[in-house]
């Protein structure tokens, strides 16, 4: 019966290719319901535990009242990661205004952080929502743009700085966007499987290529290079210590 399955949301935009990928060629994704949200909506539904599950922007986890992190695999990136940016079209010093995308909870903390601790500079914050007009921003302001929407407009700007690169240049750590979470306590067996299912995604990436390549914004070769070279998926203790730094530097903001 369709009420007693585990409830799933995971982010809908390329970097979760490789796991959707693993749930469906292993038939995991018939064991339970899986939604596809924008990463502050995956938080939204995991907080008011509308789901059981979530890829949830690590800067959520403060928010939870109970949390379990319960895969091996997360969204990271050692480096460029080429989907959470600062755009803008007036030069770094020039800027005044950062405008915030809605979309997600750990970029917009993750620029605040930066600003305070790494560039030393205040700017003036703006939240968007639904229908924010990210092209036609005023002069000396900027915009942080998450997913797909970075390839999508980065012709459309004259600058633009990589924020896990500037993490990294920072803290000398990886940076750790979402991971997998529960709200409650889950049966072993079926985090296992699980997990077994995510990697088999992220140890076949060109099975996903070969699914995924023609679709979406991010295509062909840009999608190879993003998939193995920008977004990194394991949980190792780098990316748990980055987990543990940001929200330290959270609670300090």
């Not at 970097?15 to 949200?37: A, C, Q």
């Not at 599950?53 to 990271?76: F, N, Q, R, W």
């Not at 998939?227 to 940001?246: E, M, P, V």
């Amino acid at each position: 019966m369709d009420s007693c399955k585990i409830r799933i949301s995971a982010v809908k935009y390329a970097n979760t290719y490789p796991f959707i990928y693993g749930m469906t060629k292993t038939g995991f994704d018939k064991k339970i319901i899986l939604e596809t949200d924008h990463p502050a909506e995956c938080a939204a539904k995991l907080i008011r535990g509308s789901v059981d599950i979530g890829l949830v922007p690590v800067a959520a986890l403060s928010m939870m009242k109970e949390y379990h992190i319960i895969t091996d695999y997360c969204l990271g990136a050692y480096g460029k990661v080429k989907t959470v940016m600062l755009m803008s079209n007036s030069p770094f010093e020039k800027i005044k205004s950062i405008n915030l995308d809605y979309r997600s909870l750990s970029s917009i903390n993750l620029v605040k952080i930066l600003a305070k601790n790494a560039w030393k500079k205040e700017f003036r914050w703006n939240s968007t929502s639904e229908g924010f007009d990210f092209i036609n921003i005023p002069e000396n302001d900027a915009v942080v743009l998450i997913g797909d929407q970075c390839f999508e407009y980065k012709n459309r700007y004259n600058f633009s700085i990589d924020l896990a690169e500037e993490w990294n240049k920072f803290t000398g750590l990886p940076f750790t966007f979402a991971c997998w979470t529960a709200n409650r306590e889950l049966d072993e067996k079926f985090i296992k499987d699980f997990n077994d299912a995510l990697g088999t995604g992220v140890k076949n990436i060109p099975a996903v290529l070969a699914k995924y390549g023609k679709t979406g914004i991010i295509r062909g070769e840009d999608l190879k290079k993003y998939l193995t070279q920008n977004i990194s998926y394991d949980l190792n203790y780098g990316k748990r210590k980055a987990i543990d730094l940001f929200l330290q530097l959270m609670k300090e903001l």
